[in-house]
């Protein structure tokens, strides 16, 4: 990476979702502009920062005498509060701990500070004393009570509550009950006192507005003060008289009186320095022929006697046994069989195929080779574990988010007669979001499976702690081998219950370890950790001596007394599959991704797998011809945000490609499942697409999904950049929870190997080189986001930022309501043909009642897209690097990137625009343009041939009738069949 000086400066005059306060002098207003602290006078003029990049500095409150400002900050991957001098230098940190402490707010006398946190199970309203430095927890309902403010003589505080049966806000008086003074009409936010201590004012969200509101402590009923063209932001005001106040708003630092139907505005500029810095992307060799080593490793478990390990690879089940490097081979075929567990006897497999169409749980008989199918359920079933005694299996049937949604754990009896056509299965447990494979106690009477255990209601993020079930319905607790210290990614990493009982193996910071456990699960004893290097799905051996784990690509078994650890090597690869022969597309039309017309009447001469010449046509060419004289011939389209999982099965190869999409980048994936498909997709066994692919969210001490990983040491940061680079990772995703600083040493770490990094955040994050950007809302750790309001409004320093930085934005807005806007206006969308052959009516009827619900609870849903899809085409008109991608499986796989690229074309790009950030921008911010994303010479046959005129009518890409991928020819009908 080249570390050249700052090279632009961006002049920011409006800001997205700022805080501000003003100081008690009324001179100078401090705003959180982008995280940091800045000075403005209150005139207007030139800001100055006070505060570093790095902090994710918010919600200023400045103290009574003027001298400190307090805030709440990230620096530490935790949210505390903290004062800096209103002169600037070093800050304050002024709480510590594991919990997230937000919002302060002065005593008038300055000698306390309010704030919420979620030291209690949930948000409550806290103080702190400055002098002592003693917290006292002022309210105790089990809802959320956050934004306290001091009234104007001390003696009360307001506060908002989330209360089920009371929302509203509430004054807290010591020694007296807590008082609703105003039920809440929407979200409330940013409570304040008016200066005479009459009323407060506050922000409301409802379906129409996000405005600026008062209420008189009197008890009348609450007034918007703003128009509903005011964006107002959801935080406190303050008052630069007894009747007029600030506020920030539509990107603005706002003045008014108190009964004005107007405002003013205070100018401002704030001025960021961001680098033009280079490095050597990552080099693809996409005309390899050479095997290389199988590394989607999926599911490996050692059978009961140690002497075999049984695994998925390439679509596969196989066996490898002790002693030798070559692997048996179990299953072969065009469908997928997955996850293999072993019988108590290791006579038997369980494990998921997708032979009859979606994912079933079947058993193999390693003695007679049959296979028997368990369970068929209308949902994919996964994780199938053994119990003890063998006469049961537990499985989960999964939502059609998969391993990004919920799981209901059942349980299936395996000894049932032949009489009985179907075996005795029940719920075991109620959906979880996205839980661990389950691991019984060697009673039968316990489950225990890694689950997320939030902090609070009011955030999602948690840690993964052990979760005990108990099979007879009994209560579920939680226990953690590492309070306050999340496991590894919720998958099969853990825990693992040990045959005789007395211990539970489990993978923390990247290391597997192993603690003792009760009969019913309760930890004892102290942790042990048995490996120094990075660990993946440790499975027991019978007799509870040792345990076989995924040493990142090598099976390696480690051995309790005395901790030696054993590889077993294994031989198995795979290679590109790369056609032969010439094939002659005669296009009618070719739109090459590079120029906004068309190319008529032309032959593109595909050698192989690479575009040797595109010519005028010349009939009579020698070759296997594709006649699309009469049709459209495009670039294949890029999915640039995905997330996948193996239990979707076979069919989500053929579905990508049925939909004119060659290529996927995915942010976000357990790195073996996405190996697997990588690897089944290049070599021919499968068809799908080209996928470019990163591990799981790499995350802060908290975490949500079950595929983030949570990041708490720089060693453990090591490792996983490190297993990084030798899976052969084509980005690096950081997750929401992940500070600054950190976020800073993976970037480095990433362009020195030639890896792009994205993450939800822009700023600082473009300041020191992070590449991309994914969604223009999506999930913030903020409760808020700094990239688009409540009612979906962007401002210029948004726009500016991503305009000047060159970093890429993937907006998803089909995510944010693109996909139910276009398909509540036009059904017709899902009666498509690909749509039809992959989703069922059931997954229809609900899609669209979820729509339904959503519009109906949200008036204003539809007119608020509006604003961001204006947002959108700002971005483009600056110059933005912009491309499409879609966050499926919130929204459905391949249907929804179409309609991301109308949801471009309505937001007034023209076709050209939309089809560009699908092809030719998409392979820039990969990496692979030289290779991809424009039809031309040299560069690899990815093609889609499609009815239509999509230069004109972007909804004619929809009407997909072949599709080219690496060289080789699918028609439409073969990708809608299942083998």
Same mark, same amino acid.
């Given at each position: 990476m080249a570390n050249g000086a700052d090279s632009i400066r961006v002049s920011i005059t409006e800001g997205t979702n700022m805080a501000a306060d003003l100081s008690p002098d009324k001179s100078q207003i401090v705003m959180d502009l982008q995280g940091t602290l800045w000075l403005v006078p209150t005139a207007g003029g030139v800001a100055k920062p006070i505060t570093d990049q790095l902090g994710d500095c918010r919600q200023p409150s400045w103290s009574p005498d003027g001298k400190q400002i307090a805030f709440h900050s990230f620096w530490d991957g935790r949210y505390h509060l903290w004062s800096v001098s209103a002169t600037g230098g070093k800050p304050k940190q002024l709480t510590t701990g594991i919990y997230d402490d937000r919002e302060p707010h002065w005593s008038p006398d300055g000698k306390q500070l309010v704030f919420s946190s979620d030291r209690s199970g949930n948000y409550d309203i806290w103080q702190l004393n400055l002098a002592d430095g003693k917290l006292t927890q002022l309210t105790h309902?089990?809802? #959320?009570?956050?934004?306290? !403010?001091?009234?104007?003589?001390?003696?009360?505080?307001?506060?908002?509550?989330? *209360?089920?049966?009371?929302?509203?806000?509430?004054?807290?008086?010591?020694?007296?009950?807590?008082?609703? &003074?105003?039920?809440?009409?929407?979200?409330?936010?940013?409570? !304040?006192?008016?200066?005479?201590? &009459?009323?407060?004012?506050? #922000?409301?969200?409802? #379906?129409?507005?996000?405005?600026?509101?008062?209420?008189?402590? !009197?008890?009348?009923?609450?007034?918007?003060?703003?128009?509903?063209?005011?964006?107002?932001?959801?935080?406190?005001?303050?008052?630069?008289?007894?009747?007029?106040y600030l506020y920030t708003a539509s990107g603005l630092l706002k003045r008014r009186k108190i009964g004005s139907k107007t405002s003013q505005t205070i100018p401002f500029q704030a001025l960021i320095a961001l680098p033009r810095n280079t490095y050597k992307r990552k080099v693809y060799d996409f005309d390899s022929q050479k095997p290389q080593p199988v590394r989607g490793i999926k599911g490996a478990a050692i059978s009961p006697d140690g002497k075999q390990i049984a695994f998925a690879a390439l679509g596969d089940l196989w066996l490898l046994a002790r002693g030798t490097k070559t692997p048996e081979r179990l299953t072969q075929g065009a469908t997928m069989e997955l996850e293999p567990n072993w019988s108590p006897d290791g006579t038997k497999l369980a494990y998921v195929s997708d032979r009859n169409g979606t994912m079933d749980v079947w058993i193999r008989d390693l003695k007679t080779g049959q296979d028997r199918l368990l369970v068929d359920m209308t949902d994919d079933l996964h994780y199938p574990t053994w119990s003890p005694d063998g006469s049961k299996i537990a499985f989960y049937q999964s939502d059609p988010r998969n391993a990004w949604g919920r799981s209901t754990l059942y349980v299936a009896d395996v000894t049932y007669t032949a009489d009985v056509t179907a075996p005795k299965t029940r719920i075991a447990h109620e959906s979880i979001f996205v839980p661990s494979q389950a691991s019984w106690s060697p009673d039968g009477k316990t489950i225990a499976v890694s689950a997320l255990h939030p902090y609070s209601s009011r955030y999602r993020e948690g840690v993964s702690e052990v979760l005990l079930i108990s099979v007879d319905g009994k209560n579920d607790r939680y226990v953690s081998p590492a309070p306050a210290h999340s496991l590894a990614t919720r998958g099969q990493n853990g825990p693992v219950w040990s045959p005789d009982g007395t211990k539970m193996a489990y993978v923390l910071d990247g290391l597997l370890y192993v603690t003792d456990v009760k009969s019913d699960g309760s930890i004892s004893g102290t942790p042990r950790q048995l490996t120094t290097e990075q660990a993946e799905t440790p499975s027991w051996t019978n007799d509870s001596k040792s345990l076989l784990f995924l040493?990142?690509?090598?099976?390696?078994?480690?051995?309790?007394?005395?901790?030696?650890?054993?590889?077993?090597?294994?031989?198995?690869?795979?290679?590109?599959?790369?056609?032969?022969?010439?094939?002659?597309?005669?296009?009618? *039309?070719?739109?090459?991704?590079?120029?906004?017309?068309?190319?008529? #009447?032309v032959d593109i001469l595909i050698d192989g797998h690479r575009i040797k010449a595109i010519l005028p046509h010349q009939a009579g060419r020698s070759g296997t011809l594709v006649d699309a004289s009469a049709k459209t011939v495009i670039p294949g389209l890029f999915e640039m945000h995905t997330h996948q999982h193996?239990?979707?099965?076979?069919?989500?190869?053929?579905?990508?490609?049925?939909?004119?999409?060659?290529?996927?980048?995915?942010?976000?994936?357990?790195?073996?499942?996405?190996?697997?498909?990588?690897?089944?997709?290049?070599?021919?066994?499968?068809?799908?697409? *080209?996928?470019?692919?990163?591990?799981?969210?790499?995350?802060?001490?908290?975490?949500?999904?079950?595929?983030?990983?949570?990041?708490?040491?720089?060693?453990?940061?090591?490792?996983?950049?490190?297993?990084?680079?030798?899976?052969g990772y084509d980005l690096i995703k950081t997750y929401v929870r992940m500070p600054d600083a950190m976020q800073q040493r993976i970037t480095a770490f990433a362009h020195a190997h030639g890896l792009p990094v994205s993450s939800h955040e822009i700023f600082p994050a473009m300041r020191y080189d992070v590449d991309a950007v994914e969604h223009i809302g999506g999930t913030s750790r903020r409760g808020y986001s700094p990239k688009i309001t409540a009612m979906n409004?962007?401002?210029?320093?948004?726009?500016?930022?991503?305009?000047?930085?060159?970093?890429?934005?993937?907006?998803?807005?089909?995510?944010?309501?693109?996909? &139910?806007?276009?398909?509540?206006?036009?059904?017709?969308?899902?009666e498509n043909r690909q749509y039809k052959a992959f989703y069922s009516e059931e997954y229809t009827n609900a899609l669209l009642a979820g729509s339904a619900q959503y519009a109906k609870l949200s008036p204003g849903y539809l007119s608020n897209f509006g604003n961001l899809e204006k947002g959108v085409k700002a971005l483009v008109d600056a110059g933005a690097h912009v491309t499409t991608g879609t966050d499926s499986p919130f929204v459905p796989y391949g249907m929804s990137l179409h309609t991301e690229l109308q949801v471009f074309?309505?937001?007034?790009?023209?076709?050209?625009? !939309?089809? *560009?950030?699908?092809?030719?921008?998409?392979?820039?911010?990969?990496?692979?343009?030289?290779?991809?994303?424009s039809v031309e010479p040299g560069k690899l046959a990815d093609l889609v041939i499609v009815n239509g005129d999509p230069l004109t009518n972007i909804r004619d890409v929809l009407n997909v009738e072949q599709v080219i991928r690496n060289g080789e020819v699918f028609p439409i009908d073969r990708l809608l069949t299942r083998p």
């Open positions: 309902d089990s809802a #959320n009570d956050f934004n306290p !403010a001091f009234s104007p003589d001390g003696k009360q505080i307001a506060f908002i509550s989330d *209360r089920t049966d009371a929302p509203g806000l509430y004054i807290l008086t010591p020694g007296a009950p807590e008082k609703l &003074s105003t039920p809440a009409a929407g979200k409330l936010a940013g409570v !304040a006192w008016q200066p005479d201590g &009459s009323h407060l004012f506050y #922000n409301i969200l409802n #379906n129409t507005q996000s405005g600026l509101a008062t209420v008189s402590l !009197a008890g009348n009923k609450g007034q918007i003060l703003t128009e509903i063209s005011d964006d107002v932001f959801p935080f406190r005001v303050s008052w630069l008289s007894a009747d007029e040493a990142t690509d090598v099976f390696k078994q480690v051995y309790l007394i005395d901790g030696h650890v054993e590889t077993h090597p294994m031989d198995l690869s795979w290679k590109i599959s790369q056609p032969t022969g010439t094939v002659v597309v005669h296009a009618g *039309r070719l739109f090459d991704g590079k120029a906004n017309t068309y190319r008529t #009447n193996s239990m979707v099965g076979e069919k989500i190869g053929r579905l990508w490609l049925s939909f004119g999409i060659t290529s996927i980048r995915e942010p976000g994936a357990d790195p073996y499942d996405a190996l697997e498909r990588k690897e089944a997709w290049a070599s021919g066994i499968r068809p799908g697409p *080209r996928q470019f692919f990163t591990g799981g969210l790499t995350d802060g001490t908290r975490i949500y999904y079950g595929a983030a990983t949570s990041i708490n040491s720089d060693e453990q940061l090591d490792r996983e950049l490190n297993r990084s680079v030798r899976l409004r962007s401002y210029q320093d948004v726009i500016q930022l991503l305009a000047k930085s060159g970093m890429n934005i993937t907006p998803t807005a089909s995510l944010q309501g693109g996909f &139910s806007v276009l398909t509540t206006k036009d059904p017709g969308l899902l074309v309505d937001a007034g790009l023209t076709p050209y625009q !939309a089809l *560009r950030s699908a092809t030719l921008w998409a392979a820039e911010t990969v990496g692979v343009s030289n290779d991809l994303g």
